[in-house]
């Protein structure tokens, strides 16, 4: 079973089996990491029509019923595959509610393989300006959000996937890779890069925070 734990691997095969709890308790182990990775992707357009809830509800039913077919051919690790599942659920959603027009600078189509939505810089600016600004805080300024999303959006695209996967989403540097079918060496280097790249931004922020 690829990465999977021996524990995993043994729910896995009584939620195959029929067991229900086994299933529940499987895909709660990962629910809140998906509704993540669907947050950070979801269109801002779509926000007020539909939540990461509603796009993780029809993934995690799919998941259920293909379960004994990962386990046929587990070539990735089992969050993966729901991850790929989330994704694919998730581009059905913007197909269905924004149709093909959709290309622009919030770049709904992802680099690998054209599978996913990328995390627009709309979506990291809103994650990022979270942690920067303290909680008395009930307004955040307006012209610092476009800064950071206007210096996100000047990172190189794949350096910025790589960012919204390690740093946001919380991969590992080796399932970074598998997901975007790079060598880890160059996942590594690129997450490097990017947090690099992403600290000056915050600290140029926070600079301009206290002027």
Known sequence: MTD???????????????????????????RER?????????????????????VLQDALLHASKHIDE????????????LRHITGLQLLAVH?????????????????????YPTASSVSLAAQLMGRLTSPSQSVVKAEMRIRLQEALNGMDPIDREVL?????????????????????STASKRYARALERLHKILAELQMFEQE
């Open 34 to 54: 998906l509704k993540r990775m669907v947050r950070l992707r979801l269109n801002r357009r779509l926000i007020g029509r539909l939540d990461e809830s509603d």
């Open 95 to 115: 197909r269905q509610h924004l149709g093909t027009e959709k290309r622009d600078a919030d770049r709904e189509i992802s680099l690998h393989r054209g599978a």
């Open 70 to 81: 990962y386990l046929q051919n587990p070539s990735m690790s089992f969050f993966l595959w």
């Open 4 to 30: 999977e734990s021996s524990e995993i691997s043994s729910i896995l095969h009584r939620a195959a089996d029929g067991d229900q709890e086994a299933l529940n308790e499987l895909l709660s182990r990962y």
């Open 164 to 184: 919204t996967l390690r740093h946001f989403e919380q991969l590992g540097n080796a399932e970074t890779a598998q997901v975007l079918e790079i060598q880890e």
